[in-house]
């Protein structure tokens, strides 16, 4: 479990396709603290760490966990969101956060407003009623506000995000080129409804 506070930025200084894709992460962490099999989140998605050293683990990914992910995300120099696992006691700043994705996110514009910047994003259809104003919502692992939502024509929707500049500086939304990928991960509670829903209308 995690809350979608990012606590540090971390670098693929190695992609190897074995039999899965294993990434060595360097990053800001004090590795003793970590065990090997802990979890930590790596831009919202939940990876274990199969390996360390004093700055760095290794953790590998399945091709379902790319299949899944946003593409390009796992390329040697990438930029990653990390969060270690919640501990009881810990402070829940943002909201509950599985490290489960549930659909890739496109940047449809980032816009200055005041300080911040403005983004709107594209979510594909089966997304799109678990999506609300003033929801929750993870990008990238980062526990965000929804703003706003416009349901589109073809059944996506486009949801916007304000942006402080804290929270530029503090993780990978420092960087915004045209239609970026993004891991998307709807709220907890939104995941539920949505199946009870579905389950109450196939009842009927």
């Known amino acids: 479990m995690f809350t979608g506070i990012i606590t540090d930025i971390g ?40 390996e360390k050293g004093p700055d760095w683990f290794a953790t ?27 501990k009881v006691g810990d402070e829940l700043g943002g909201h509950i956060v599985t490290g489960h994705v549930d659909g890739i996110g496109t940047l449809v514009s980032a816009t200055p407003e005041g300080d911040s910047i403005r983004l709107v994003i594209s979510a594909p259809a089966d997304l799109a009623p678990a999506l609300a104003a003033k929801g929750s919502i993870t990008v990238d692992g980062i526990s965000l ?8 024509p073809d059944g996506s929707v486009h949801f916007g995000l304000n942006i402080i500049p804290h929270t530029a500086a503090a993780t990978t939304l420092e960087s915004l080129p045209e239609g970026r990928a993004f891991n998307l991960e709807i709220d907890v509670l939104a995941r539920y409804l949505d199946r009870m829903q579905s389950l109450r209308h196939r009842a009927m």
């Open 11 to 50: 670098t693929i200084s190695s992609s190897e396709q074995r039999g899965d894709l294993r990434l060595v992460i360097h990053c800001g962490y004090d590795m003793e603290s970590v065990a090997i099999g802990a979890s930590i989140a790596c831009s919202g998605t939940c990876l274990t760490v199969v």
């Open 145 to 152: 506000t929804v703003n706003g939502v416009e349901d589109q």
């Open 60 to 86: 590998d990914l399945s091709a379902e966990t790319i299949a899944r992910t946003a593409p390009g995300l796992w390329m040697q120099g990438g930029k990653l969101n990390l969060e270690r696992a919640l």
